[in-house]
């Protein structure tokens, strides 16, 4: 089905990416965890990256070295304290409490969390096997993760006490604490294995905005889903500009005023893709490449997606998964990672339009990452499509096939990109 879906949206080069993707052509993302060999206890942590993280789990299973045991476990870690900052039946006391001193239960084998209502409950419910895990790491790792965990819960007291996110400057805070930590701390991480140099550890600003930039485009893309749970994150200072409430934009009669903060929401995240490049840059290890290169890619394509599209107001908006998995094969090197980059910032530049009060700053920085992605190939690239016909036995042959063989896609976490 999501040949056709390429085909018809007018991507039939798309079907040639599905196709090789389905036929096992997908070994930048392939796991390298042999459970066999596991302990039972890390075996329960990586089903418990499974079954939470869909845009993770892949490729932090492809890490070289023990690099993918330290990103399994802070990843639990973390969104074991993200689940008591989400869930709303957790009294205030209590949720501040433990967001304090989440850090310390990790060095305590008994703690755990048996009240929670969320969807990923069972990584508090079970918290002793990920701490126990969690002290077999090398005691750089726990350093390093108890650190972040430290710092991230103390960020997430000081917003669960506030109503909204006022300033921009507090937008940048409140993601600062939620992501661009996870990015500090996961290039310690990087730098720690000796996979990656010093520096990829030591540049905090620059793995801040690694982090910046895919939590902006969650709270972007996500906007009616934290309506309807009652949840407010785009930044006040830029929605004030266009209505009287956040909610307002839901109404019909409110789509210019909706889509001009959108655009100038996409336009703030963009600032943030010349330090990603920058960071990607310096990566030298191919596994740790194609963790950080990925999840990027998929940011851009659904920000490029939302740009000026009124469906951020009305419903979901996804990328194709034909696209993302065509993304995520080509993701693998600095020069196709700018030739996926560099289209996505052109469908922006397409949709922009000189009334919009943003205009000339979104101008600006689409420039700028338009000179920081010009490769030297990116000129002959395009050109090279493939033929339509191609394509369409390609789908008669894909659709036949289908029939009588099932794969497990490992990616099927990728697509419900969050
Ligand atoms: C390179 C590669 C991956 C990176 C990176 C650099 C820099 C930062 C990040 C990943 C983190 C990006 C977070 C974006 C998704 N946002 C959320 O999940 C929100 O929760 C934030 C707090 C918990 C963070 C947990 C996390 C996430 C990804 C990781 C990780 C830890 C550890 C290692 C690797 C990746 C969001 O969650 C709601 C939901 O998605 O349901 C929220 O509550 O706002
Ligand atoms: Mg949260």
């Given at each position: 089905?999501?040949?056709?879906?390429?085909?018809?949206?007018?991507?039939?080069?798309?079907?040639?990416?599905?196709?090789?993707?389905?036929?096992?052509?997908?070994?930048?993302?392939?796991?390298?965890?042999?459970?066999?060999?596991?302990?039972?206890?890390?075996?329960?942590?990586?089903q418990?990256?499974?079954?939470?993280?869909?845009?993770?789990?892949?490729?932090?299973?492809?890490?070289?070295?023990?690099?993918?045991?330290?990103?399994?476990i802070?990843?639990?870690?973390?969104?074991?304290?993200?689940?008591?900052?989400?869930?709303?039946?957790?009294?205030?006391?209590?949720?501040?409490?433990?967001?304090?001193?989440f850090?310390?239960?990790?060095?305590?084998?008994?703690?755990?969390?048996?009240?929670?209502?969320e969807?990923?409950?069972?990584?508090?419910?079970?918290?002793?096997?990920?701490?126990?895990?969690f002290?077999?790491?090398?005691?750089?790792?726990?350093?390093?993760?108890s650190?972040?965990?430290r710092?991230?819960?103390?960020?997430?007291?000081?917003?669960?006490?506030?109503?909204?996110?006022?300033?921009?400057?507090?937008?940048?805070?409140y993601?600062?604490?939620?992501?661009?930590?996870?990015?500090?701390?996961?290039?310690?991480?990087?730098?720690?294995s000796?996979?990656?140099?010093?520096?990829?550890?030591?540049?905090?600003e620059?793995?801040?905005?690694m982090?910046l930039?895919?939590?902006?485009?969650?709270?972007i893309?996500?906007?009616?889903?934290?309506?309807?749970?009652?949840?407010?994150?785009?930044?006040?200072?830029?929605?004030?500009?266009?209505a009287?409430?956040?909610?307002?934009?839901?109404?019909?009669?409110?789509?210019?005023?909706?889509?001009?903060?959108?655009?100038?929401?996409?336009?703030?995240?963009?600032?943030?893709?010349?330090?990603?490049l920058?960071?990607?840059?310096?990566?030298?290890?191919?596994?740790?490449?194609?963790?950080?290169?990925?999840?990027?890619?998929?940011?851009?394509?659904?920000?490029?997606?939302?740009?000026?599209?009124?469906?951020?107001?009305?419903?979901?908006?996804?990328?194709?998964?034909?696209?993302?998995?065509?993304?995520?094969?080509?993701?693998?090197?600095?020069e196709?990672?700018k030739?996926?980059?560099?289209?996505?910032c052109?469908?922006?530049?397409?949709?922009?339009?000189?009334?919009?009060?943003?205009?000339?700053?979104?101008?600006?920085?689409?420039?700028?990452?338009?000179?920081?992605?010009?490769?030297?190939?990116?000129?002959?690239?395009?050109?090279?499509?493939?033929?339509?016909?191609?394509?369409?036995?390609?789908v008669?042959?894909?659709?036949?096939?289908?029939?009588?063989?099932?794969i497990?896609?490992?990616?099927?976490?990728?697509?419900?990109?969050?």
């Open positions: 089905m999501d040949l056709m879906r390429s085909v018809i949206a007018g991507h039939p080069e798309e079907v040639y990416s599905l196709l090789k993707f389905k036929l096992g052509g997908c070994g930048t993302v392939q796991t390298k965890c042999h459970y066999d060999q596991m302990c039972p206890s890390m075996r329960t942590c990586y418990y990256l499974n079954q939470t993280s869909r845009s993770f789990a892949a490729v932090t299973q492809a890490l070289d070295g023990d690099l993918r045991y330290a990103v399994c802070f990843y639990l870690v973390l969104r074991a304290l993200d689940t008591v900052e989400d869930d709303m039946t957790i009294p205030l006391a209590t949720k501040l409490d433990m967001l304090h001193n850090y310390t239960y990790l060095q305590d084998p008994g703690w755990r969390f048996m009240e929670s209502n969807k990923d409950k069972k990584v508090l419910e079970d918290f002793p096997t990920i701490s126990q895990e002290r077999k790491l090398k005691p750089l790792y726990q350093e390093v993760i650190d972040i965990c710092r991230m819960g103390a960020g997430m007291a000081e917003f669960v006490q506030r109503e909204d996110v006022d300033t921009l400057e507090e937008w940048n805070k993601c600062h604490y939620v992501a661009g930590l996870v990015g500090i701390g996961l290039s310690r991480l990087f730098s720690g000796e996979f990656e140099d010093a520096i990829v550890g030591e540049d905090t620059l793995a801040n905005s982090g930039f895919l939590q902006k485009t969650n709270i893309r996500d906007y009616l889903e934290d309506q309807v749970d009652g949840r407010e994150f785009w930044p006040k200072q830029v929605w004030s500009k266009h009287k409430k956040l909610s307002d934009f839901r109404q019909p009669d409110m789509s210019q005023n909706a889509l001009w903060c959108l655009n100038e929401l996409v336009s703030n995240a963009l600032l943030h893709v010349p330090d990603v920058k960071y990607m840059s310096r990566l030298r290890n191919q596994s740790v490449f194609n963790f950080c290169a990925i999840p990027q890619v998929m940011a851009i394509g659904t920000l490029a997606r939302c740009y000026n599209n009124i469906k951020v107001f009305r419903g979901v908006v996804k990328i194709r998964k034909g696209e993302a998995v065509k993304m995520m094969i080509h993701a693998t090197n600095m196709n990672f030739d996926i980059m560099r289209p996505f052109e469908e922006i530049a397409n949709k922009m339009s000189p009334h919009d009060p943003s205009y000339s700053l979104t101008m600006e920085t689409v420039e700028t990452i338009r000179q920081l992605t010009t490769t030297s190939h990116s000129l002959t690239v395009q050109s090279t499509l493939t033929p339509l016909h191609v394509s369409c036995a390609l008669v042959a894909a659709i036949t096939w289908q029939y009588w063989t099932q497990h896609w490992i990616y099927e976490h990728y697509i419900e990109w969050k």
